[in-house]
T-cell receptor, first 110, second 116 residues
Framework: LAKTTQPISMDSYEGQEVNITCSHN???????ITWYQQFPSQGPRFIIQ???TKVTNEVASLFIPADRKSSTLSLPRVSLSDTAVYYC???????????FGAGTRLFVKA | ETGVTQTPRHLVMGMTNKKSLKCEQH?????MYWYKQSAKKPLELMFV???????ENNSVPSRFSPECPNSSHLFLHLHTLQPEDSALYLC???????????????FGPGTRLLVL
């Protein structure tokens, strides 16, 4: 299973765009990249998933370069409520055996 | 509200007690999971069930015993736990396994367990 590496923590201010990059050098051909968000004492919540290029939904965008060895989660105009831990996962084809790493703790300040 | 509920939300138990955690999903999913999240540690996958059959046991000690009577319910029976088992226990579900796309998992709010 591909290992992921993310920054341990990031600080931002309300209204700013936040980009969190995840490295996954050993990503396999059939792996998808998934991001989850977790608030304290709650379960993780799916944010976005992609395979290559760019994916956008109402919450975030996910940028994946051609070599797929990294990905960047982009949160537009963050608010205080976006303070959470963000996990990057690389999932096995047809798989459930995704491994949650340490995640990136994002702290949004007023 | 994710469609996955867990009870109880908080539990304190002694090392000689026996208790059970319950998870129920209202999403029509076929796969269910138990995770453990200790303080300042990543989530650890414990068990996976697909169509009521256990497909993964991630080397979990036998003092944790899962039960999946149907695709909507998942239990985790606890007995003779240790203080280091204190953690947030999370249940999740997904549509299926092996569909060709990494399955999005929907998590419950978790049970905060304290073992004294």
């Amino acid at each position: 299973l591909a290992k992921t590496t993310q920054p341990i923590s990031m600080d931002s201010y309300e209204g700013q765009e936040v980009n969190i990059t995840c490295s996954h050098n050993n990503i396999a051909t059939n792996d998808y990249i998934t991001w989850y968000q977790q608030f304290p004492s709650q379960g993780p919540r799916f944010i976005i998933q992609g395979y290559k290029t760019k994916v956008t939904n109402e919450v975030a965008s996910l940028f994946i370069p051609a070599d797929r060895k990294s990905s960047t989660l982009s949160l537009p105009r963050v608010s205080l409520s976006d303070t959470a831990v963000y996990y990057c996962l690389v999932g096995e084809y047809g798989g459930f055996k995704t491994i949650f790493g340490a995640g990136t703790r994002l702290f949004v300040k007023a | 509200e994710t469609g996955v509920t867990q009870t109880p939300r908080h539990l304190v138990m002694g090392m000689t007690n026996k208790k059970s955690l319950k998870c129920e999903q209202h999403l029509g999913h076929n796969a269910m999971y138990w995770y453990k999240q200790s303080a300042k540690k990543p989530l650890e996958l414990m068990f996976v069930y697909n169509f009521k059959e256990q497909t993964e046991n991630n080397s979990v000690p036998s003092r944790f015993s899962p039960e999946c009577p149907n695709s909507s319910h998942l239990f985790l029976h606890l007995h003779t736990l240790q203080p280091e088992d204190s953690a947030l226990y999370l249940c999740a579900s997904s549509q299926d396994l092996g569909s060709g796309v990494t399955e999005t998992q929907y998590f419950g709010p978790g049970t905060r367990l304290l073992v004294l």
